[in-house]
Every structure is written in structure tokens, then in C-alpha cells.
């Protein structure tokens, strides 16, 4: 079990790098945060999104069955945006197809 080493709290370690699916719906860009050592999934405390599209892109923190709610926030082109004390376990994004990302959540 991977650890600070100075306590005994566990670390989770999740990052993505890519491009988005689909415009316009966020269940086709779901982000689920999985340890990238030992594959279990985790509640975040801290993300940050690193937008390197050339337009804005959307996420929300709640699933969007219908399609039609707002966004819990935008990450502006080429903007990088850091969440402290997020508890979150995934992240739904929406933006143009192909938008170019990298995300972390630890």
C-alpha cells in the first residue's frame, strides 16, 4: 500500500491526458478517479483540470441524465484550474470534440 511514508493515511494518485469524446454531453467524458498503482477507486481531496483546447471546457460533479443542467464550473482555454478540498469520486466534462486536457486527482 503506497503511502506519504510520514503517516499512516493513505495516497491516491489518479491523472488523465487526453481528448474529449463528444461535444455536448457530459456522460460521454466521464472521469472516474482510479489509483494508478493498485487500480482502487478513491474520493479526491484535491483536483485540477489543465485545459489545452482552444475553447472552454465544462464539468460538473453530478451525474446529467437529461442533458440539460448547468455546469459546476469552465476551465478557459489554455487556463489550468486547481480545487482544494473537492471530495469527489468522478468528473463529467463537456466541450468541443477533440479538446485536448489533462487532469490529476489525488
Not at 42 to 69: C, E, V, W
Not at 76 to 99: I, N, P
Request: charged share 20%; glycine share 10%; no cysteine.
Amino acid at each position: 500500500m503506497a503511502g506519504t511514508r510520514e503517516t499512516s493515511i493513505r495516497s491516491y494518485n489518479f491523472f488523465a491526458d487526453g481528448t474529449l469524446a463528444g461535444a455536448g454531453l457530459y456522460a460521454e467524458n466521464v472521469l472516474e478517479f482510479i489509483d494508478v498503482d493498485d487500480q482502487t477507486p478513491f474520493l479526491a481531496h484535491t483536483i485540477l483540470f489543465s485545459n489545452d483546447g482552444a475553447t472552454d471546457l465544462r464539468f460538473r460533479f453530478t451525474a446529467d441524465p437529461t442533458g440539460s443542467a448547468a455546469s459546476h464550473g469552465r476551465v478557459r482555454a489554455g487556463e489550468t484550474l486547481q480545487m482544494d478540498f473537492k471530495r469527489v469520486r468522478r468528473v463529467y466534462l463537456q466541450g468541443a470534440a477533440g479538446l485536448a486536457f489533462r487532469f490529476w486527482a489525488w
